[in-house]
C-alpha cells in the first residue's frame, strides 16, 4: 500500500459493525435504519429489474432521475439544467471523491472541517492533496457544536483550493445556521475557493432547524459542487445512488474522475430513486418526525444511564460524553462496550485529527425501531 494510503487500512464503521456481529450486540454504530424505504419505491425498483432496466445506464445517469433531482434542488430556489448541470453517481461517497480527484492535486490544500465523515481524508489523500483541519467548536452554553468561520479563515493559504462542508452534520448532529453559512460563503468567494458540500441528511432536520445549500447563497452557487445522496433520504442505505449538481463546467470535471471509477451503476436502481424524488417526499415528512422522536428516546435514555448528551438538530446520531460515567476514553469503551453490556457505538475521535478534544464522546445512532432503541439503553444502565 502507498504511504498516503496506509492510514486508511480499514474504516471505523466496519470494524464496529463486525464487532456487534461477533459479539450479538445491538449496533448503534454504523449509521443505518432497520426498516425499509417506501413502498411505492421498492415496486419502481422491482418494475425497472423485470423490466430490462439491467445494462448499463447512461453516463450522467438515467434522463428521468436527473430531471427528478432537478426538480426536487428547485426547491431550495436554485436550477440546475439535468443535461449539463447534474450527474449520478455511485453514492455521495464518489461524488465526494470524484470532486475531489478533478479538482484538487498534490500541492493543493483542502480544508476539512473536524469531527469529518472518514471518507473525506481518504479522499483528499487519494487525490493526492493535503487536508487542512479546522474544528467545530462546542458553545459555552453545550447548546451546539458551531462553525468557527474565523478559524476556517485563518486556515486559507494561498494554496487552498477547496473546502468540504457537511451540513446537516456527521457525527455532531449540527446544522449550520444561516449565519455561519453567510460567513462562510464570503470567505470562499474572497479566496475564490470551491465549495464540495455534502447534503446526504438534507431533508433529516428537527425542531425549527433549517437546511440551507451553500450553493443558494450569493457568490456560490458557481463555485459549489452540492452532493446529496437517496440512502438516508429514503432508508436504501445499500442503494448508493448519489449525484452532484453543480456548473457545466464542475460537473464535466467531476464526470471525468467519476467515468474512470465506476462508469455507471445501479441501473435498475436510478428509475426507483426518481419515483422517490417525484412522489414520496410525504414518506420522507414522515420519517423526519419519526426520526425527531427517536433522537429524543434515545438521548432521554442515555442521559438516564448517565452520558451527558449533546443536543442533534439533525442526522441520525446523537454524540454523549462519557465522563460524568467515570470513563476518560471513550475509545477504550467503545471497543470494551459490545462485549462488556452488548451495544455498539463509534468513538468520535477517529474522526478527528486532535483525538484528545475529542477523545471522552461517543457517537450513537437512533435510526433504528423502538425497541431496539429501548433494548440498547436498557444495557447501557448496566454499565453505572
Ligand atoms: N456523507 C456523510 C456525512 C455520511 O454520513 C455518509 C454515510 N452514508 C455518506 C456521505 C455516504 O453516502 P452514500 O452512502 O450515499 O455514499
Ligand atoms: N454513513 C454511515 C455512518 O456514518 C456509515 C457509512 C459507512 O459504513 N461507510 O455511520
Same mark, same amino acid.
Given at each position: 500500500l502507498v504511504p498516503r494510503l496506509r492510514p486508511f487500512t480499514s474504516t471505523i464503521f466496519a470494524e464496529m459493525t463486525a464487532l456487534a456481529v461477533r459479539t450479538g450486540a445491538v449496533n448503534l454504530g454504523q449509521g443505518?435504519?432497520?426498516?425499509?424505504?417506501?413502498?411505492?419505491?421498492?415496486?419502481?425498483?422491482?418494475?425497472?429489474?423485470?423490466?430490462?432496466?439491467?445494462?448499463?445506464?447512461?453516463g450522467p445517469g438515467r434522463p428521468e432521475l436527473r430531471q427528478a433531482i432537478a426538480t426536487h434542488r428547485s426547491r431550495y430556489g436554485t436550477h440546475y439544467d439535468p443535461d449539463?448541470?447534474?450527474?449520478?453517481?455511485?453514492g455521495a461517497t464518489e461524488a465526494i @471523491?470524484?470532486?475531489?480527484?478533478?479538482?484538487?492535486?498534490?500541492?493543493?490544500?483542502?480544508?476539512?472541517?473536524?469531527?469529518?465523515? *472518514?471518507?473525506?481524508?481518504?479522499?483528499?489523500?487519494m487525490a493526492g492533496a493535503t487536508r487542512r483541519v479546522v474544528s467545530l467548536t462546542e458553545t459555552s452554553d453545550g447548546g451546539r457544536f458551531a462553525l468557527d468561520v474565523g478559524a476556517v479563515r485563518?486556515?486559507?493559504?494561498?494554496?487552498?483550493?477547496?473546502?468540504?462542508?457537511?451540513?446537516?452534520?456527521?457525527?455532531?448532529?449540527?446544522?449550520?445556521?444561516?449565519?455561519?453559512?453567510?460567513?462562510?460563503a464570503l470567505v470562499c468567494v474572497e479566496h475564490d475557493l470551491i465549495a464540495v458540500t455534502d447534503e446526504v441528511y438534507e431533508h433529516l432536520v428537527f425542531d425549527d432547524a433549517e437546511h440551507i445549500p451553500l450553493a443558494t447563497l450569493p457568490g456560490m452557487r458557481e463555485r459549489t459542487v452540492s452532493i446529496s445522496s437517496a440512502g438516508k433520504t429514503f432508508n436504501c442505505t445499500?442503494?448508493?445512488?448519489?449525484?452532484?449538481?453543480?456548473?457545466?463546467?464542475?460537473?464535466?470535471?467531476?464526470?471525468?474522475?467519476?467515468?474512470?471509477l465506476t462508469f455507471v451503476s445501479g441501473g435498475p436502481l436510478q428509475p426507483a430513486?426518481?419515483?422517490?424524488?417525484?412522489?414520496?417526499?410525504?414518506?420522507?415528512?414522515?420519517?423526519?418526525?419519526?426520526?425527531?422522536?427517536?433522537? *429524543?428516546?434515545?438521548a432521554a435514555g442515555l442521559t438516564e444511564a448517565g452520558f451527558a448528551v449533546r443536543p442533534? @438538530?439533525?442526522?441520525?446520531?446523537?454524540?454523549? *460524553?462519557?465522563?460524568?460515567?467515570?470513563?476518560?476514553?471513550?475509545?477504550?469503551?467503545?471497543?470494551?462496550?459490545p462485549?462488556?453490556?452488548?451495544?455498539?457505538?463509534?468513538?468520535?475521535?477517529?474522526?478527528?485529527?486532535?483525538?484528545?478534544?475529542?477523545?471522552?464522546m461517543l457517537r450513537f445512532a437512533f435510526c433504528k425501531r423502538d425497541e431496539v432503541l429501548d433494548e440498547a439503553v436498557a444495557r447501557l444502565h448496566t454499565l453505572t
Open positions: 443505518f435504519p432497520d426498516t425499509d424505504g417506501p413502498a411505492g419505491m421498492l415496486d419502481a425498483a422491482r418494475d425497472a429489474l423485470y423490466g430490462g432496466a439491467n445494462q448499463y445506464p447512461p449539463t448541470e447534474i450527474l449520478v453517481t455511485a @471523491a470524484a470532486s475531489l480527484l478533478a479538482l484538487t492535486e498534490q500541492g493543493d490544500e483542502v480544508i476539512v472541517i473536524e469531527p469529518y465523515y *472518514d471518507s473525506y481524508a481518504a479522499a483528499v489523500a485563518a486556515a486559507v493559504t494561498p494554496r487552498t483550493r477547496a473546502i468540504l462542508v457537511n451540513s446537516p452534520h456527521n457525527p455532531t448532529g449540527t446544522v449550520f445556521t444561516r449565519a455561519e453559512l453567510e460567513a462562510l445499500g442503494w448508493k445512488i448519489g449525484w452532484v449538481c453543480s456548473t457545466p463546467e464542475l460537473v464535466g470535471a467531476v464526470k471525468a474522475a467519476k467515468q474512470f430513486v426518481a419515483y422517490a424524488l417525484d412522489h414520496e417526499l410525504g414518506w420522507v415528512e414522515d420519517l423526519r418526525k419519526s426520526l425527531a422522536g427517536k433522537r *429524543d428516546r434515545l442533534s @438538530a439533525g442526522t441520525y446520531f446523537v454524540c454523549a *460524553d462519557v465522563r460524568p460515567l467515570g470513563f476518560t476514553d471513550a475509545a477504550d469503551l467503545a471497543f470494551r462496550l462485549e462488556q453490556v452488548g451495544v455498539a457505538a463509534v468513538p468520535v475521535h477517529v474522526f478527528t485529527d486532535h483525538p484528545d478534544d475529542w477523545r471522552h
